[in-house]
């Protein structure tokens, strides 16, 4: 693999990492390390070349507790996890307000124990990983309600992190305790799932 370019380091740490249609790259700073809020989160939005085109001051109800990590676009509907405070925020690209909360903390369906990766299919289906309960929850493109529990080959997905499709009938999961990447094909495609 050829290291095709490289921004300059940053002041910051940087989470999640997006494409935007108009081709430029969208990522958040850290707001905080889940004991202390250290800043007030944005979206920094870049050319492929590494030069700052926008800096979007994220709207959100963030507490102590709040990590966000992971996010995923469709449209200017952009989607982040709270991995700290458990919650997954539908928020605006272009200005950085909150839509809705999906959802919040919970172990019943619907709910979430440190919602991790997210990744959203063609149908618009919002695919969401939650870590500590481990599986992977579906919620509507449209209304945002819940769907179920994506249906995968092997019948325990282990402590999602980082999720992506490939297609809508394959899964690729990066796994936090075993430090390792599992390619799953879903049983249910998620357009067939019940609106």
């Known amino acids: 693999m050829e290291l095709i370019s490289s921004f300059p380091p940053f002041t910051q740490q940087l989470y999640g990492l997006v494409m935007t249609s108009d081709n430029h790259l969208l990522t958040m700073t850290r707001c905080g390390n889940g004991k202390a809020l250290q800043m007030n989160p944005s979206l920094l939005k870049y050319t492929f070349r590494g030069h700052l085109v926008a800096v979007i ?11 966000l990590r992971f996010m995923a676009l469709s449209g200017n509907s952009l989607y982040i996890s709270d991995l700290g405070a458990s919650y997954v ?3 605006d690209a272009t200005t950085g ?18 919602p991790s ?11 969401i990983g939650d870590s500590r309960s481990n599986r992977i929850q579906i919620f509507d493109g449209e209304s945002r309600e819940y769907k179920g529990v994506l249906e995968c080959s092997q019948k325990t997905i282990v402590r999602p992190s980082a999720i992506c499709l490939q297609g809508d009938d394959k899964l ?9 990447v599992s390619f799953y094909s879903i049983i249910v495609e998620t357009s ?3 609106k």
């Open 57 to 67: 001051p994220l709207q959100l109800p963030l507490l102590i507790k709040s990590k």
């Open 89 to 91: 925020y539908w928020v």
């Open 97 to 114: 307000k909150l839509v809705d909360v999906i959802a919040g903390p919970g172990e019943k369906p619907g709910c979430f124990t440190e």
């Open 117 to 127: 990766g997210i990744a959203c299919d063609s149908n618009g289906n919002i695919l």
């Open 172 to 180: 690729i999961a990066v796994n936090y305790i075993s430090h390792s």
């Open 192 to 194: 067939h799932l019940s």
